[in-house]
């Protein structure tokens, strides 16, 4: 059977402030946040029961809410510690990927690194994973697979077909620079 791939197409929106400050405070103000660091994209969630990794850099005014990405059950870690350190150093890694321009598009699957089952990003010129680009070994004995499936947030998950599980997960995710 075919694999199935998941595209989903996140347009980002730019915010343009047309308003030109009232003070000299303000003026101050739009000065130090041009010379911040870049816009946090991504980041660890733990708002909720489960942590997530949740991209923020595709919020608007049409859609003022976070994007989960990934849903860190710990059922697939060793403990809930685990699930949760995972979360941090993995929205960490894509943040820093997106900063240093390395993330233009997202595409995530499971793969083998030194014997090891791992999820990473996918680059469109290689076909399995990078190990510069692994965001996390996986801890358990099940179908990577399945795993990577399972993490992954409702919102990115493409439909399942008569039990077959994507290998690789993409999101078109496009202007993340």
């Known amino acids: 059977m075919k694999t199935q791939l998941l595209t989903a197409f996140i347009p980002l929106f730019a915010v343009t402030a ?6 000299a405070q303000e003026a101050e103000n739009m000065q130090q946040s041009a010379n911040s660091s ?12 489960t942590p997530s990794t949740i991209i923020t850099g595709m919020m608007s005014s049409e859609n ?21 350190s995972l979360c941090q150093e993995v929205s960490q890694k ?22 090891e ?30 795993v990577l499936y399972e993490l992954i947030a409702a919102d ?5 077909t008569r039990g077959d599980f994507p290998t690789r997960i993409n999101f078109g995710v496009f202007n993340f620079l």
């Open 38 to 49: 870049p816009q946090e994209m991504f980041r660890c969630d733990l708002s909720q029961e």
């Open 94 to 115: 894509l943040q820093t990927f997106h900063e240093e321009g390395q993330l233009t598009s997202l595409s995530l699957m499971s793969g083998e690194v030194d014997g």
């Open 156 to 160: 990115f998950k493409p439909p399942r």
């Open 64 to 84: 003022p809410n976070p994007i989960p990405l990934i849903n860190w059950s710990e059922e697939y870690f060793s403990s809930p510690e685990r699930a949760l």
């Open 117 to 146: 089952s791992v999820i990473c990003l996918k680059n469109t010129s290689e076909s399995g994973c990078n190990p510069e680009q692994v965001l996390f070994p996986l801890e358990t004995d099940k179908n990577p697979d399945v």
């Open 18 to 23: 047309t308003a030109l400050p009232s003070t």
